[in-house]
């Protein structure tokens, strides 16, 4: 799987966007960008993925740039409950293959 | 839907004892999975399951094992419980078949003294 980078850290306002970027330079054509959390003493939690269009759901919005070399999460109106560990993964689709966390980004909403 | 659920929530065994740790799934997926999480470190991979009656070892298997009877339950046993094994256990599901973003429980806090 493609080595991506993350910031170690961020903040961001309540209510305001938090956008958290991915360098994923050495993806391949095949790979998938995905993004997990993880809250402190919690589960990690799953929230998007998307291979090169945008992608949407209930909790972000997933932009990948048109060489697919990084991608950007973002979080429209940041609640302090977003503050989390945000990992950014590439990986192909399908298989059975463990999950690989980098260091990922600290992610702290300020009220 | 409840997702993925672990039980127990908290365990403190004493060196040598055994337990099982349960998982369980209610969205129909394939795969189910077996981490554990120390301080500082991110999770690795213990056994793995690929469907109902199948398993296989992930990175860190010794000392452990697992049992999916049914597709929804996936068990992890430990036999002999050593100090080492002390741990936060996250217990995950995937669809399978060409999706794989993993689901986890909520983990199992485990303490061997």
């Known amino acids: 799987d493609a080595k991506t980078t993350q910031p170690t850290s961020m903040d961001c306002a309540e209510g305001r966007a938090a956008n958290l970027p991915c360098n994923h330079s050495?993806?391949?054509?095949?790979?998938?960008v995905y993004w997990y959390r993880q809250i402190h003493s919690q589960g990690p939690q799953y929230i998007i993925h998307g291979l090169k269009n945008n992608e949407t759901n209930e909790m972000a919005s997933l932009i990948i740039t048109e060489d697919r070399k990084s991608s950007t999460l973002i979080l429209p109106h940041a609640t302090l409950r977003d503050t989390a560990v945000y990992y950014c993964?590439?990986?192909?689709?399908?298989?059975?293959?463990?999950?690989?966390f980098g260091k990922g980004t600290k992610l702290t909403v300020n009220p | 839907n409840a997702g993925v659920t672990q039980t127990p929530k908290f365990r403190v065994l004493k060196t040598g004892q055994s337990m099982t740790l349960l998982c369980a799934q209610d969205?129909?997926?394939?795969?189910m999975y077996w981490y554990r999480q120390d301080p500082g470190m991110g999770l690795r991979l213990i056994h793995y399951s690929v469907g109902e009656g199948t398993t296989a070892k992930g990175e860190v298997p010794d000392g452990y094992n697992v049992s999916r009877l049914k597709k929804q339950n996936f068990l992890l046993g430990l036999e002999s419980a050593a100090p080492s094994q002390t741990s936060v256990y996250f217990c995950a599901s995937s669809p399978g078949t060409g999706r794989n973003e993993q689901y986890f429980g909520p983990g199992t806090r485990l303490t061997v003294t």
């Open positions: 050495t993806i391949s054509g095949n790979e998938y």
């Open positions: 969205m129909n997926h394939e795969y």
């Open positions: 993964i590439v990986r192909h689709q399908g298989g059975s293959e463990k999950l690989v």
